[in-house]
């Protein structure tokens, strides 16, 4: 039976069709699908590339439905390797033919390879540009070849079948396993001016269950390495017809660097080191009314090694890590937020240029002005304002639970200053809670930073951000003042050579209220020591000074005090030799540039207490309000050094004390002032009283006393303007001062004590004035000069100067000496005329009472000024004293004539016999005849007897000398003086003036 089936009815036989079917199916399935599938991948890279393809093996297991490519290489025009792979597996799903939709068990791509380049201008790559080539070519050959009425039918079917393709609607697909395994991608990149290359290898990709028309969740997983430990993962789950997906995505170590050829065409910003990853969870899909849904959770990301450069300048931004954990995001809900936002390790190098602009930030380039563009833009603005007004989004909710910014640093250098500015912050560690959209919630922060050689500035408190207002403890440790000497000298030559600035308190701010602020504890200034200038001359120091109990509001000032103490201040005043004061250092004039470009000093500036409204009036500003309860000034000292002089003036105020207590800017307070210290070696300065220094109108109370100052620190200014040095003396002040609506009203009691002159000193600027002769006069008998100098004057006028007036007054004192000095010594004793000179009646020689009376309180004056001496010089006038003396003589002859005449001899007789005797008896007939008038014959007679006596001139000289003697004779023996007191000068014979006495003058001296 089975020899006929196969001999005489085979081909009736199922059995053998059935066989002969599968052995067809069998032939088909292994020879010439394979031929088939190596033709049609070959043919469609040729068509649609214009490049060729080699392929090692295809083969298909037509019972299991495997079909497997192994070996593919393709080739581009230059027969360069463009793409490739090891093998291309599909498992055929038939069952899936029950579901209408083509379906695999298994599609698994192994050691993918593409070559990607990217040409320069971004918008082409190698197989875009196959593509565009190709599809030339092929339509170029396709117009060659058809009519034009073949070409327009196949334009229209084409149009039609474009717009038959259209729909939206997506192939049914069905894959329960996709899986790219090994993949390497090389991209060659020259769209940004240079060739950049990036490898992503391996590259690994597989989903589960992914299909275009079932409507469930899909699971799928993504790897892909970019070498270097890049990895790019993703897994989850895709509803293709729902439109929504959930999953994870995560990205671990980006080299951020790789991205800098990208970023270059926008900025000049580069990433020269850094990596980047994250993680997050997402559920993002498309509703019904096509809104986007997406959530995200768990998100994290994390940084390290980051840099950030200009151009190619070194690094500005280098931090360590940046880390944000605990990431949420909902956009239906308008919500996001981070459980942790940490930067460690931030080094920030700031620097602004000489132009003031921070150097890391690149210039913004100007736009140019279009006038109609600009009304265009501010039309549709208001448009979209007026069409928006009334659907406003709800405003987006978000929260940060805590940001942290850990063991930081800031370099910073100031380059708008003559000498650039350059310190560092370290240690900066900042940390902020709870922060959220609510701009109105307090945000608890606390910041640490430690600013170069100095202690830790610490502050904590709160933070309002929509006001701005803070509250917060405050604490400066040991501040380094002179990290601030750069922009001190952009204001003064000063040099700070050390000092540091402590503070702690509370510190409050509102930028939105009109006080600004304010701040509530303990400032102190430590250390410091100032120079004048770049020589490092002294000029200014001290141990501490500190304000406690401090209270400041910001606007206007208002600063209160319970204590103000100010330890071992020490201030150096110097006059150079050019006349300049020091504390001109603490200050430097702007310059501001003339017409021609060159700078010149500014003449004027607007006062402080100035400001310029809108219309341009000019308002006072409020005057700050100071309180301080007390201030306390302990062991200070001022050196003043004056180089002008030759040598040159050392005065110093050393053991500075005391108090000053209630000193406020409220006119009505008066400052109680209590300050003692020494001067010089063992001189004491005293200032008590009451000032008021800080108000607008000064009110001054003060007593100044100084006792026992060394006159001789005074050499100098003596030496120049006297023109002598102080041999010795001390000196005492008495200063009483009151000022009160600008007046003056002062008193100036100057006591010197055993005060002298010493060696001339040669000076063009000596006064001519009897210095000496004034000391003299002043000095009493026990060594001293008491001389009180008041002054009072209005202080609003210009013209007046409390030192110009006592200098004024002084010299009136030493003109008035050399003018009129009995003046000064009659005021001792109660008389001021008439102790100049003493008068003698003509001819005689004896002091009558009267000028012994003057004689006896000129020698009483001058025992109150033994430095006086007296100066007589006799005179004789010789028309006076000659007369006198002849008349003398004559009578002495007549006494004689009258011995040998008799005593009944008359007048008559004597002159006739003295004329007679003369050898004139014949004048006497010339003389008038006593019959006709007697008067004159006797007259005439008594004339012609008194021309025969003769007074010689020597007779003139001796009673000039006898004058003088029993001037001198007086104050001596009569008044008790010294001898070598009075001083007795060569006399002279000289007509004086008087025709009835003869006036001697006296002179004085300074011994």
Known sequence: MSTRLLTARWYRSRVFWLLLLVGLYTLLGTLVLPRIVDNLLKQTVDESLGWHTQIKEVTFNPFDFHLAVKGVEILDETDRKVAAFDSLILNVDTFALTEMALGFEVTELRRPYVLVEVYPGGKETNFGRAVRRQAAANDSGATTSASPSEAGDASSTSDGDEGDSSSDELPRLRFDKIRI?????????????????????????????????????????????????????????????????????????????????????????????????????????????????????????????????LGENAPFIELSQLEMTGGVFNLSERLGGLDRLALEGLHLSARRDPQGQLAFLPPTPEQPHDPEKDASSDSERTTQEEGSAGDAPEPFRWKVGGVSLLNSRLDWRDETLSNPATFAVSDVNLRVRNLSDDLAASLPFELRLRPEDSGEIHLAGALQPDSGEMNANLTVDAFQLKTLQAYVNSVSLAQIRQGTLTLAGELALAPKSSELGRFKGRVALGGVDVAQDASGEALLSWQDVALEGVAVQFAPLVLKADEWVIDSPQVNLAINEQGQLNLGALSKAPAVSSADGAESPVTRQVPTSEKSTESGEKTAAAAPDIQIAKMTLRQGGLAFTDQTYEPAVDIELRD??????????????????????????????????????????????????????????????????????????????????????????????????????????????????????????????????????????????????????????????????????????????????????????????????????????????????????????????????????????????????????????????????????????????????????????????????????????????????????????????????????????????????SDTKVVIPLALHAM
Request: hydrophobic letters at 40%; glycine letters at 8%.
């Open 656 to 993: 500075f004390e005391g108090e000053i207590v209630n000193l406020s800017s409220d006119p009505a307070t008066r400052s109680k002032v209590d300050l003692r210290g020494g001067v010089g070696e063992y001189g004491k300065l005293t200032l008590k009283g009451s000032v008021n220094p800080l108000s607008e109108k000064l009110y001054t109370d003060m007593r100044v006393l100084l006792k026992r100052f060394d006159m001789t620190e005074l050499s100098p200014y003596t030496g120049r303007y006297v023109g002598n040095v102080v041999e010795k003396g001390k000196m005492n002040l008495d200063l009483s001062y009151h000022i009160e609506n600008d007046r003056l009203k002062a008193g100036n009691q100057v006591l010197l004590q055993k005060f002298s002159l010493g060696e001339a000193v040669k000076s063009e600027q000596a006064t001519s004035l009897p210095v000496d002769l004034a000391i003299a006069l002043l000095t009493d008998g026990q060594g001293q000069i008491d001389v009180d100098l008041p002054v009072e004057g209005d202080l609003t006028d210009p013209e007046f100067r409390v030192g110009k007036v006592i200098l004024s007054a002084l010299g009136n004192l030493i003109t008035k000496a050399a003018t009129s000095p009995f003046a000064l010594i009659g005021g001792l004793v109660g008389e001021s005329d008439g102790l100049d000179e003493v008068v003698f009646a003509p001819g005689i020689s004896r002091l009558d009472e009267a000028q012994v009376a003057h004689l006896d309180q000129l020698a009483k004056a001058l025992e109150q000024r033994p430095a006086l001496g007296v100066e007589v010089k006799g005179l004789s006038d010789p028309g006076l004293d000659q007369a006198a003396l002849q008349i003398l003589r004559l009578n002495k002859r007549q006494e004689a004539i009258r011995a040998s005449l008799g005593d009944n001899a008359t007048e008559h007789d004597l002159l006739v016999a003295l004329v007679t005797e003369a050898g004139l008896a014949s004048s006497l007939h010339s003389l008038p005849d006593p019959k006709a008038d007697s008067d004159a014959y006797h007259i005439a007679l008594k004339q012609l007897a008194q021309s025969t006596v003769k007074v010689e001139k020597s007779a003139l000289r001796k009673l000039a000398a006898r004058r003088a003697a029993a001037i001198q004779r007086q104050l001596v023996d009569g008044n008790g003086l010294e001898p070598d007191r009075v001083f007795v000068l060569d006399p002279v014979v000289k007509g004086q003036g």
């Open 181 to 309: 395994a090994d993949a390497d991608i090389e991209i060659l990149d020259e769209s940004q001016g240079e060739r950049v290359e990036h490898r992503l290898s391996p590259l690994n990709l597989t989903l589960f269950q992914f299909a275009t028309y079932r409507d469930r969740a899909d699971r799928y997983q993504i790897s892909i390495d970019f070498g270097h430990d890049q990895i790019l993962s993703w897994k989850g789950v895709i509803n293709m017809v729902s439109r929504q997906s959930k999953g994870t995505l995560a990205l671990d170590n980006l080299q951020l660097a790789r991205l800098t050829p990208y970023i270059k065409p926008y900025t000049d910003y580069r990433i020269p080191g850094g990596s980047l990853s994250f993680e997050f969870h997402y559920d993002v899909g498309v509703g019904a009314n096509e809104a986007l849904a997406l959530d995200l959770s768990n998100a994290s990301l994390k940084t390290e090694g980051l840099a950030v450069a």
